[in-house]
């Protein structure tokens, strides 16, 4: 998967979440998680496109441990949901699917460039 179509990937997520979001209860909890869910799932899609501009890999590195952060982060607020029963799993599946696939995706890109920032190649 290259640079495209992670930032394709993540900005569907983002919206595909946003629209799950339009789709809540109006229940003050539900509003809450709604709130940080669309926040961390629309950070994760900013900040790789950020980390793609980066101006050295360490800036991209740095970058890049964000959009993990904050990807997981979206995939603790769709299992939120889920354990509040604030909406039935099923509705949630794709989403949680992935949340799990992009964080594991950002994660291993992450170690990948710090491993090679760290063992620089003569």
Not at 72 to 88: C, G, I, Y
């Amino acid at each position: 998967m290259n640079e495209t179509d992670l930032k394709n990937r993540s900005k569907a997520f983002a919206l595909a979440v946003i629209e799950l979001c339009e789709t809540l209860p109006k229940k003050y909890a539900a509003e809450v998680i709604a709130r940080q869910l669309i926040r961390s799932s629309t950070s994760t899609a900013a900040n790789y496109r950020a980390a793609c501009r980066g101006r050295s890999k360490p800036d991209f590195a740095n970058k890049l441990g964000i959009v993990v952060e904050e990807c997981d982060e979206s995939l603790f607020w769709l299992e939120m949901l889920r354990d509040a029963k604030l909406l039935h799993e099923t509705k949630l599946a794709a989403l949680l699917k992935e949340a799990d696939e992009l964080t594991a995706i950002f994660t291993a890109s992450h170690k990948t460039v710090r491993n090679n920032l760290s063992n620089p190649k003569s």
